[in-house]
């Protein structure tokens, strides 16, 4: 019996020296994760300080809504209908003012309209009599709600309009429903619409007038950004790839910077559709062409792929003999310079807002680069060299050729919208000089044409 009762003794000691072993360490890793916790919320707040602003813009504007029904002047004027206005404030309020506008204004027309509908839908069934009003409400909420939905379908009404379709049957279903039992329809329409009207309107004004945040600016500036980090790469590529010594330590953070882009097109297509809604604001105009920002942020994201496949033949273990390596090097070297040199001034453009004046000028260059290296291949290396040997400088040439195609669209696309949204004209009083790390921001004499109304 002392035999068999001595691994239970055992197992339960075990259990108890874990368990306080657990206990004692609980402070301690508490500790750790609250350390932690604060670490990744003081660099939330680093990357984007307008987040912490949007968020105190939020707490104001749900305050100013909530005073309803702090003072009894408000609340006798709308009663319990005031939480409408808190609620409207909660879903309506977007970090831009263009994703406030658009829920504002689909969630206010969207009320209004199918509060009309409502009241007009509970009058016609009215006039049917007792017997036939739960038959022409069931028939008309049947009606509307499965062709709103239908309608939810279309990719355009969709992606501008989808939450206040939402909104119209919901508000539609509630006023002709509960119009059956409650005979004070008109009433419960008209608190439902002014109290969303004054929901969304202290948003929209709190959004607006206190640090606003313009999603066309947001857009203007990635696609731009987007750019220069494929310029980036290209600029680093070419010394690392053919081993080429570097004064000083290279920056190698360039590798990773490309990846964002090939992941941007959620982000471009949500920023776009939200500046469309967005009134004129510093140099972008009403009716600005945010449509020709998807157009090259799509041709980016296109030469960002070819780059991806670039990437890979940096860490490749397939070497190309040295040989073979040497000989294509400098036609690959001035090739993916001058592309470089294109796209920062693409970038350069874009975020300035000037029309680019030697973009064409270094395509033209790395094209005839490309045209040079494609030669030396077929002629010289194809007799010298094994064609296992060569199958990767092939690769690599063949895409470094892409990646100038792809420039040239992009500069196509860039010059298509400095000509639509008037970017101002640039005249360069000499050859624009660039370091090996960054953007050297040219001299430029910049004539300002007359302003002009921006084409629809």
Not at 14 to 22: D, L, M, P, T, V
Not at 119 to 146: C, Q, T
Not at 171 to 189: K, P, Q
């Amino acid at each position: 019996m002392e035999m068999a009762s001595q691994p239970v003794d055992n197992r339960k000691e075990g259990i108890i020296s874990r368990a306080w072993h657990c206990l004692k360490s609980l402070p301690g890793k508490s500790m750790s994760k609250f350390i932690e916790l604060a670490k990744k919320t003081k660099k939330l707040g680093q990357d984007d300080p307008r987040r912490i602003i949007h968020s105190l813009k939020v707490g104001l504007a749900i305050t100013l809504v909530s005073l309803f029904y702090y003072f009894e002047p408000l609340y006798d004027g709308f009663g319990v209908s005031a939480m409408w206005a808190v609620l409207t404030v909660v879903v309506v309020f977007e970090f831009s003012v263009g994703g406030t506008l658009s829920r504002g204004l689909n969630r206010g027309l969207a009320t209004f309209l199918a509060a009309g509908l409502g009241f007009g839908a509970h009058h016609l069934a009215n006039l049917s009599g007792k017997l036939g009003e739960p038959i022409l409400l069931g028939l008309f909420v049947f009606l509307l709600a499965s062709t709103v939905t239908f309608v939810r379908f279309f990719p355009r009404m969709k992606a501008r309009y989808d939450y206040g379709l939402l909104i119209f049957i919901l508000t539609f279903c509630l006023i002709s429903v509960s119009g059956y039992r409650d005979d004070e329809v008109w009433h419960m329409a008209h608190m439902r619409v002014s109290t969303i009207l004054i929901g969304g309107f202290t948003a929209v004004c709190v959004c607006i007038l206190i640090f606003p945040v313009w999603a066309g600016t947001d857009l203007h500036n990635l696609v731009a950004n987007n750019i220069d980090k494929l310029a980036n790469f290209l600029e680093g590529f070419g010394p690392l790839y053919f081993q080429i010594p570097q004064d000083g330590e290279m920056d190698m953070t360039f590798l990773e910077g490309y990846k964002c882009v090939l992941n941007s097109k959620q982000t471009e297509e949500s920023l776009a559709n939200f500046a469309r809604w967005e009134p004129g604001h510093g140099q972008f105009r009403f009716r600005h062409p945010w449509k020709q920002y998807l157009k090259i942020g799509s041709l980016t994201r296109n030469c960002a792929y070819r780059i991806e496949a670039l990437n890979g033949y940096l860490n490749t273990e397939t070497k190309i003999p040295e040989e073979i390596r040497g000989k294509m090097q400098d036609a690959c070297i001035n090739m993916s310079s001058e592309a470089v040199k294109a796209l920062k001034e693409l970038a350069f453009s874009i975020q300035t807002m000037t029309k680019p004046c030697s973009a064409n000028s270094h395509i033209t260059k790395s094209k005839i680069a490309a045209k040079n290296l494609k030669s030396l291949l077929s002629a010289s290396l194809c007799k010298e060299t094994e064609i296992l040997d060569l199958i990767p400088a092939v690769t690599v040439a063949s895409l470094l050729v892409d990646v100038v195609a792809c420039t040239e669209k992009i500069a196509e696309s860039v010059q298509e919208l400095a000509s639509i949204a008037k970017f101002n004209s640039v005249k360069p009083k000499k050859a624009p000089s660039r370091s090996s790390s960054r953007i050297s921001e040219p001299e430029h004499v910049i004539t300002i044409h007359q302003p002009s109304s921006l084409p629809e």
